[in-house]
């Protein structure tokens, strides 16, 4: 299990962080005040760091040590409450975290989020977890919603917590983190999903268990689902009873193609093509870019998402766009490989979509589904609400979300095969 290492604070920090409900350790006993409880087996590790809020450390709290001690992915690194500024639903406890994960090239990275948990006792074993994968933010450091002023971007945090589950949301590779933001590269994103996971776990004071159900909502669908393909392999410590894909990313190569029908969809495309620029050494922005475009590019890495798409919509889709990209084969391949569902989930899948999704169309959430159950490897659970877009759909499934959720961690796995996904011509979807 986690020991806890505080780092030192003045006392006027050190009241702040007393006054949200943590006790600086002066001794590596120290923890966290939260009710005695078992806590499940962890691996070991060295020490986690406390550090405590202050508005000085705000930013350093996201710096890692360099160079970075070697440690396994999911390794928890560093602790901090949030600021004193950000609301915390009542009867909850709330934390930054700081942990290990694995890298594009598969290297060693550090990776960001935020852990909430009911602050009353634990049941046995442990709360059940929600790993929390979030909606396109942008690409730049501070628009990593763990620097939020509040815990809204977590979707439906507080039913979560009422029905007795602990959540962490992670900022994915990136972003808080060192190194630029892999935004939609499907493998960065499983990972930090995962790791946050196994690191929520080492929380010193706080019992968590292995049992976790995966949520993610437009970008964090497309995170959630490569989570739930990779989590066997790549962290098996961990009992991934379910994965929950909302408005999800699916079909990148058909969603990337779209982007470029409206200039109020530029901003996305450049934000893909310079973070796929800086990971396929094959797509030089140059190449993916046109003058126009490539004029406006500070707006990436100095706004965040509303104004990277606002800096770019002055622009026509012509102007941003090199022609010919159909054609190139990096780029198609990019495309392919960031693009979930080529492989088996063993947990079964709930995908929610609306039918005024403009964004993404609910017709490639229904051609996803039906993929994946002809495929004969998937359980899936396809629910469409005909009034909902991109955004609402998340509202209008709350009370689905979560009795789903609810019946994964009481052990129910749900009817084998496919629900609510439209049989494909001239045969039935198979089951499992």
Known sequence: ?????????SGAAAVVAAAAGIAIAVATAGA???????????????EVQLMAWSWQKELAFYDPPSPLPAEPPGTLMRIQHLAPNVPVPASAVAWRILYYSTGVGGGETVDSGVLVAPSRRAPPGGWPLITYAHATTGIADFCAPSRYSDLQWITDLRGFLDAGDAVV????????GPGVHPYLVGTSEGHAVLDAARAAREMPGLSISNRVVAVG????GQAVLFAGQMARAYAPGLDLLGVVAMSAGVAIPAIVHSLSTSANLNGFFVTIAYAWSHVY??????SLLRPAAMALLGNVYTQCEIGIGNAYAKLPPSEVE??????????????????PGHAPTPAPILL???????????????????????REHDRVDLRLYPAANHYTATVVSR?????????????????PGCTGVPAPPGGVVPNV
């Open 399 to 415: 009370s689905a979300v979560l009795s789903w959720v609810a019946k994964r961690f009481a052990g129910k796995s749900g009817p």
């Open 169 to 176: 949301a992670t900022d994915y590779q990136g972003l808080g």
């Open 217 to 220: 909502f437009s970008q964090g």
């Open 281 to 286: 050494p094959g797509l030089p922005i140059t």
């Open 322 to 339: 090199q022609p010919g990209l159909d054609s190139n084969p990096e780029w198609n391949r990019a495309l392919e490989q960031n693009d």
């Open 352 to 374: 929610i979509a609306g039918k005024q999704d403009l964004l993404i169309p609910y017709r490639l959430d229904e051609q996803f589904a039906e993929m994946l159950c002809a």
């Open 1 to 9: 299990m986690a020991r806890l290492k505080p780092i030192a604070v």
């Open 32 to 46: 966290p005040r939260l009710p005695s409880t078992p806590v499940p087996p962890v691996p070991s590790h060295p």
